[in-house]
């Protein structure tokens, strides 16, 4: 089993800034990929940015390209979020996700354990 624990969520200004994280525990050699989504309530849960564990590569959904940035610790175990210019339509809770597939996946599938969520409230 892997653990996912998330924090760094809050509440902040519309133009701010948070930093999210992600610390992962239990079997973790056969990750490739770790993801961050966000829900709003009665909405699904959206895909915001993933990296590789080993190369690093990463993506992001349009929305939050220039302002997102995730990047990845392989020695601690962790991957992060770092969220600037935030804008109201950013507020949500925050889901980290760990894939086995060794691919850049979008979607709530390609992710086999997954965090409790943080909530991030932007207001305006």
């Known amino acids: 089993q892997v653990q996912l624990v998330e924090s760094g969520g809050g509440l902040v200004q519309a133009g701010g800034s948070l930093r999210l994280a992600c610390v992962a525990s239990?079997?973790?050699?056969?990750?490739?990929?770790m993801a961050w989504f966000r829900q709003t309530p009665g909405q699904e849960r959206e895909f915001v940015a993933a990296i590789t564990w080993t190369v690093g590569s990463s993506s992001y959904v349009d929305s939050v390209k220039g302002r997102f940035t995730i990047s990845k610790d392989n020695a601690k175990n962790s991957v992060y979020l770092q969220m600037n210019s935030l804008k109201p339509d950013d507020t949500a809770v925050y889901y980290c996700?760990?894939?086995?597939?060794?691919?850049?996946?979008?979607?709530?599938?390609?992710?086999?354990?997954w965090g409790q969520g943080t909530q991030v409230t932007v207001s305006s």
């Open positions: 239990g079997r973790t050699l056969n990750w490739y990929t």
């Open positions: 996700a760990a894939g086995t597939r060794s691919f850049l996946g979008v979607f709530m599938g390609d992710y086999d354990y």
